[in-house]
């Protein structure tokens, strides 16, 4: 049974830090591509970072500089540390992984958690 579990949401000031963590089973993490992804009520699922197998590291525009994604292969968890977070930032955070395998793309989430930013 594959299982991502999100934690680390909560409620922080504007400039505030979070750390999100995300422990995965089921599958072997390491090679995973392996993203955060954000929603707000109304909106759709919007990719905040990425980090691939090989460690390489994408970001959206809005978190860039402030956002740093990173990823323990050995405890098969995968983390988002949010730095000088703004009320924007609101929203509930999901982890996902993704491969391609035999042509099919495999794509598993978590249930999310919520992060509110405010003062």
């Known amino acids: 049974q594959v299982q991502l579990v999100e934690s680390g949401g909560g409620l922080v000031q504007p400039g505030g830090s979070l750390r999100l963590s995300c422990a995965v089973s089921?599958?072997?993490?390491?090679?995973?591509?392996m993203s955060w992804f954000r929603q707000t009520p109304g909106k759709g699922r919007e990719l905040v970072a990425t980090?691939?197998?090989?460690?390489?590291?994408n970001y959206a525009d809005s978190v860039k500089g402030r956002c740093t994604i990173s990823r323990d292969n050995a405890e098969n968890t995968l983390y988002l540390q949010m730095n000088s977070l703004k009320p924007e930032d609101t929203a509930v955070y999901y982890c996902?992984?993704?491969?391609?395998?035999?042509?099919?793309?495999?794509?598993?989430w978590g249930q999310g958690t919520q992060v509110i930013v405010s003062s």
């Open positions: 089921g599958i072997a993490f390491s090679i995973y591509d």
């Open positions: 980090i691939a197998r090989d460690g390489h590291t």
């Open positions: 996902n992984a993704a491969r391609l395998a035999l042509g099919s793309r495999l794509n598993y």
